[in-house]
């Protein structure tokens, strides 16, 4: 079974930064996907950045060039600078074994294991 942990939401002033980290545990295949996701009140979840441990990293417009996404093991993190209002969600991390194809990453529906979430505002 896969486990995901999420940490590091909060409250922050828009320009501010934030770092959130996503840990993955239990068992899973050596080559897999994980992507951040967000969710506001009222909205789709939608894909913010996904990346696997073997050749891409992709992000959505919205976020390219504020945010970047890393990994460390088990531990991915999500560096947030130039935070905007419209960045505030509930963040949720999610992660797929096995290979998925790099223009369908952002997509929630290609994740099987998700988080609990970090709830995320930004105040202007």
């Known amino acids: 079974q896969v486990q995901l942990e999420e940490s590091g939401g909060g409250p922050v002033q828009a320009g501010g930064s934030l770092r959130l980290s996503c840990v993955v545990s239990?068992?899973?295949?050596?080559?897999?996907?994980m992507g951040w996701y967000r969710q506001a009140p009222g909205k789709e979840r939608e894909g913010v950045a996904s990346?696997?441990?073997?050749?891409f990293t992709t992000y959505a417009d919205s976020v390219k060039g504020r945010f970047t996404l890393s990994q460390d093991g088990g531990k991915h993190t999500l560096q947030m600078n130039s935070l905007k209002p419209e960045d505030t969600a509930m963040y949720y991390c999610a992660a797929e074994p096995g290979l998925v194809p790099a223009n369908t990453a952002l997509a929630p529906s290609q994740f099987t294991y998700w988080g609990q979430g970090t709830q995320v505002t930004v105040s202007s």
């Open positions: 990346m696997n441990n073997i050749d």
């Open positions: 239990g068992y899973i295949t050596s080559t897999y996907c």
